[in-house]
Nanobody
Framework: QVQLVESGGGLAQAGGSLRLSCAAS????????MGWFRQAPGKEREFVAG????????YYADSVKGRFTISRVNANNTATLQMNSLKPEDTAVYYC??????????????WGQGTQVTVSS
């Protein structure tokens, strides 16, 4: 069973940066698509960013395009989300996800437990 563990969440000021990391327990994730989702209080979970298993294709929600960057290192079974120019509306619990095919459909097979990101104004 694949396990995904996020780290790096916390508190940041508006305009600041945070970097989230996701570590996978199984080497098989190196050939899975990976991504990040988030859920703010009272809102539905939403897609943030995704990356193909090769790392050659990345895609983002319009709300974070140009501010967030997703990357991965397959040798370490890790994925990261670099978040710059943070806004208070980025406040949410962020979830790492992985799927053998794609995360873009919104229903990845594997999920992490989530890490809180809070952006103060």
């Amino acid at each position: 069973q694949v396990q995904l563990v996020e780290s790096g969440g916390g508190l940041a000021q508006a305009g600041g940066s945070l970097r989230l990391s996701c570590a996978a327990s199984e080497r098989t994730v190196s050939v899975y698509a990976m991504g990040w989702f988030r859920q703010a209080p009272g809102k539905e979970r939403e897609f943030v960013a995704g990356i193909s298993w090769t790392g050659g294709t990345t895609y983002y929600a319009d709300s974070v395009k140009g501010r967030f960057t997703i990357s991965r290192v397959n040798a370490n079974n890790t994925a990261t989300l670099q978040m710059n120019s943070l806004k208070p509306e980025d406040t949410a619990v962020y979830y790492c996800a992985a799927d053998p095919r794609t995360v873009a459909a919104g229903t990845p097979r594997y999920w992490g437990q989530g890490t809180q990101v809070t952006v103060s104004s």
